[in-house]
């Protein structure tokens, strides 16, 4: 199963796409602010992998994200 969430945001630069899963990773905003705590995106993929599915983005600046997902389809 694959579920995808979009939203209408800034978007994210493909030099960050990666480093937007790692533990206390943050990305500049225009205003260089942080916001969250830098887990969220870590947790859902460590929890998503460990039951046999992936988690990664699409962005691009000015054009939204879009965040997949896929999880095995249990019998």
Known sequence: MQVSVRDCGPGIP???HERIFQRFAHIPNKDGV???SGLGLSIS???ITSQGGELWVESQPGCGTIF???LPVMP
């Open 45 to 47: 993929r460590e929890f």
């Open 68 to 70: 997949h997902f896929t």
């Open 34 to 36: 942080k916001g969250g």
């Open 14 to 16: 493909a030099e960050y």
